[in-house]
């Protein structure tokens, strides 16, 4: 069994944690950030992103690219497929003992930066689970293509929804979105895009009460809350958009969360532990974009140096 000794453990490396990364190199901190999947976290399943500053319109994937070659121009090591299992505090020595899913190595670290993001929420109805992966899909970037000139069903308004509905209708017949109320959460910009687009049908006031099918999705069941009138409508495909869960399972006994799992930190992305920090969309935040998600973890890695250096 091996034990890793360093500084500081990065914990998740989408833009908060790449951002931390940076920071912490530059700051000569002794750090390894690791990664459950591969870099990226959720903007590699974006199909583009038009609102990082100094970056024209690009793809989620190629913006991922553009960090990760950055972080290894500046000789950080992303270790990636690298699954943080649990995290102990070991209150004598002030230290965190974190060990790594499937392996006998451990991380032996002072101070922590939680970078893991958020998941998409499901609607957790009947028929749901048994068809995800054969008409459900959460992922409209990876799965668009399946779609061409048949007909889906996107569920939810926010910006998610609406701009996933918009990258549908480059391929589906139709695209319902599904909202629950009657006027969308997406900023405006979106939603002028949305109606303008005939491909595109917003079902307002409108909610799915289950799915249906045999070894795929055939249809839905949705209703008007307002109405109360249920009503089938045959879907080949439909995205599930409806919010994000924080992966913040890790910390959850160590660190105070909020009523939806987010962590609580301060201005400084201190959390209510001592040496744990976070960042990103896993922090109770009012503004969840790229941008913010690495302005954050520049600031926590900045914090964590300071209070290393016995500056705060
Ligand atoms: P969100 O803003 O939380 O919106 C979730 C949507 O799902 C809302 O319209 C909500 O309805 C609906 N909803 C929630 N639970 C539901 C349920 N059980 N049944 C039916 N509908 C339900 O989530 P998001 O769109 O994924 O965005 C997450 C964050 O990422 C936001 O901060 C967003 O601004 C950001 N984001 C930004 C961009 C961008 O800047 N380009 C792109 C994507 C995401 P209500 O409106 O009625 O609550």
């Not at 101070?111 to 109805?125: D, Q």
């Not at 308004?157 to 979105?177: N, W």
């Not at 005939?198 to 999705?217: N, P």
Request: aromatic letters at 8%.
């Amino acid at each position: 069994m091996a034990e890793i000794k360093k500084d500081l453990l990065i914990i998740g490396a989408g833009p908060a944690g790449l951002g931390a990364a940076l920071y912490a190199r530059r700051a000569d901190i002794d750090f390894e950030i690791t990664e459950k999947h591969m870099a990226g976290g959720q903007i590699v399943n974006t199909e583009f992103i038009e609102n990082y500053l100094g970056l024209k319109k690009l793809s989620g994937f190629d913006l991922i690219q553009n960090f990760t070659e950055h972080c290894k121009e500046m000789e950080i090591e992303i270790k990636e497929y690298t699954s943080i299992a649990s995290i102990k505090f070991i209150k004598s020595k002030k230290k965190f003992r974190c060990q790594i899913f499937d392996s006998n190595d451990t991380y032996v670290v002072s101070s922590i930066i939680i970078t893991t993001g958020a998941s998409p929420k499901m609607l957790n109805l009947e028929g749901e689970k048994e068809l995800i992966g054969s008409g459900i899909s959460f992922c409209a970037t990876c799965d668009g293509a399946l779609y061409r000139d048949k007909d889906v069903a996107v569920v939810g308004g926010g910006d998610t929804a609406v701009e996933e509905a918009l990258f549908l209708a480059k391929f589906a017949k139709t695209v319902y979105i599904i909202h629950r109320r009657d006027q969308l959460r997406a900023v405006k910009i979106l939603q002028d895009r949305a109606f303008e687009n005939k491909k595109i049908k917003v079902l307002w006031d409108t909610v799915v009460e289950k799915f249906e099918g045999k070894s795929k999705l055939d249809h839905i069941f949705i209703k008007n809350v307002k109405e109360k009138k249920v009503s089938k409508l045959q879907v080949d495909g439909v995205f599930e958009y409806v919010g994000y869960v924080p992966n913040s399972g890790l910390v959850k006994d160590l660190v105070k969360l909020d009523q939806d799992g987010f962590i609580i930190t301060d201005q400084h992305m201190r959390t209510s532990h001592q040496g744990i920090y976070a960042a990103g969309d896993v922090r109770n935040t009012p503004l969840r974009q790229v941008i913010t998600a690495v302005s954050d973890g520049a600031v926590a890695a900045m914090i964590m140096d300071k209070h290393m250096r016995g500056l705060l």
